[in-house]
């Protein structure tokens, strides 16, 4: 019978989590698809380019989504077991809190692989994998946006001429005005050019052979040829992506903050234990949702979707804030990552351990007011 019972609340948990997954992507990847598609019109990205980037961004998305739709889940399932009186019948039946709250234990222990999974693996390999796909895409639209025997000025603080492009993508006869360093403007001509990406250094250069270049001075101009020439092109308003710590594995974090003073290091070291502290997230929401479950009383699904968006925002301000000292340098970054954890943690820890003692879990003068508060969130 209890083999029963776990594998239906079980089942419900993870249609309710599912559900809230859905909810939330579709409310954050619209807000995100939203943006991208405004910086994107007129600027010859196309719809294929866009879901590429939607789904290297998913890694990044999943790793906070999964923790919230978990506590969502939990909130709903036995939001719902205790207005329907599920709870008190299973208490009647002879199962006590502990064999009750099995589904939710095993349901987090998963979600908590799976997000370990997604930050520590997936989520350095597809944000560095992003770069390299803007990288390229870049470097395709800097190679189309170069017609032969014409002035292109789509180069910020550039005007680029290009005699001749042959089928292999290579320009013949090129000259060149860069006026980027307003202290040395250049004048560059070559015999041929090729774009190139620098993969690792996240840009995208003109590589030219053969030419010379020319520097206009007070005294007339100074010269000077070269056989290779390397040239970094970005289009006007387009950012030159850069590595971030986000494209790191844990080691490469390690091993670069070991090189940085403190207040360089704090970020990298925030990252770091970020990677560990919101997957664990999800140990410290399955122990939090069930007491809370039952202190809110028959408000039903409302009930515990409304609590559980008020524990989330709590959760992730206490986590923004502790994120934003350790960059100022006052605050450590293992309290500044673990900080939110240790809070809701003790707080989860107490609530469990009273209600698997079926005791009120606040003193008794609080304890009508506190029904009074969830009765409020829960109306619809």
Known sequence: MPMIINRAVFKELLINFLLSLFFFSFVILMDKFLRIAKLSMGKGISPMDILMIFLYLQPSLLILI????????ILITYGRMTTDSEIVALKASGMDFF???KPVMAFSLMCLIITLFLSLYLFPKANYNLRLYITDMLSKKIALSLEEDSFNTAFKGMVVFV??????????DIFIYDERQRNEKKIIVAKEGRIKPDIER???ELDLTNGAVHIPGEK???????????????????PIPSKKAAEMGIG??????????????????????????????CI????????????????????????????????????IFGENLSKAGRLNPVVAAWGANLI???IAIYLFLRASKERPIFMKGLTKRSRIFWGIIGRP
């Open 66 to 73: 999964i923790p919230m739709s978990l506590l969502v889940a």
């Open 99 to 101: 064999k009750m709250v």
């Open 163 to 172: 005699k001749e492009v042959d089928n292999d993508g290579r320009f013949k």
């Open 202 to 204: 996240g840009i995208v």
């Open 220 to 238: 007339g101009f100074s010269s000077g040829s070269f056989s290779d020439y390397k040239l970094a092109l970005r289009l006007d308003s387009q």
């Open 252 to 281: 490469e974090i390690i091993k670069r903050a070991g090189h940085l003073p403190k207040s360089e290091r704090y970020p990298l070291m925030v990252d770091l234990n970020k990677r560990f502290s919101i997957p664990f997230a």
């Open 284 to 319: 410290v929401f399955a122990l939090l949702g069930p007491p809370l479950s039952l202190m809110a009383g028959k408000t039903g699904r409302l009930g515990g979707f409304s609590i559980s968006f008020l524990i989330l925002l709590f959760y992730y301000i206490v986590m």
């Open 344 to 346: 809701f943690g003790f």
